[in-house]
Nanobody, 121 residues
Framework: QVQLVESGGGLVQAGGSLSLSCAASGGVFSIVTWAWYRQTPGKTRDLVAQIRRQSDTTYADFVKGRFTISRDDAKNTVSLEMNNLKPEDTAVYYC???????????????WGPGTQVTVSS
């Protein structure tokens, strides 16, 4: 069964940078879409960025120009480069993958356990 593991979270000062990575393992066949979401206590889990095949990307307005998502299909990984971080970026960041495999190729929605990002003012 495919599992995701995030890494790279931590504490950073406002204006600083962090890189998050997420690796898929356990019988990966094809990941159509990767995404990063974030969530703070009592709030919904919000899309931060997603990347589809052919590197087609989408970003939430609140991170445009500051965050960059990328994927490495050879390594089954996705990364999120976060620059000019703000205190309001503090959240648990979750990796998501839309995994497909034969014979049906129906979507499997897989989530990582999350990694904490804290931005101090």
């Amino acid at each position: 069964q495919v599992q995701l593991v995030e890494s790279g979270g931590g504490l950073v000062q406002a204006g600083g940078s962090l890189s998050l990575s997420c690796a898929a393992s356990g019988g990966v066949f094809s990941i159509v879409t990767w995404a990063w979401y974030r969530q703070t206590p009592g709030k919904t889990r919000d899309l931060v960025a997603q990347i589809r095949r052919q590197s087609d990307t989408t970003y939430a307005d609140f991170v445009k120009g500051r965050f960059t998502i990328s994927r490495d299909d050879a390594k089954n990984t996705v990364s999120l480069e976060m620059n000019n971080l703000k205190p309001e970026d503090t959240a648990v960041y979750y990796c998501y993958a839309d995994h497909r495999h034969p014979p049906n190729y129906s979507p499997q929605h897989i989530w990582g356990p999350g990694t904490q990002v804290t931005v101090s003012s």
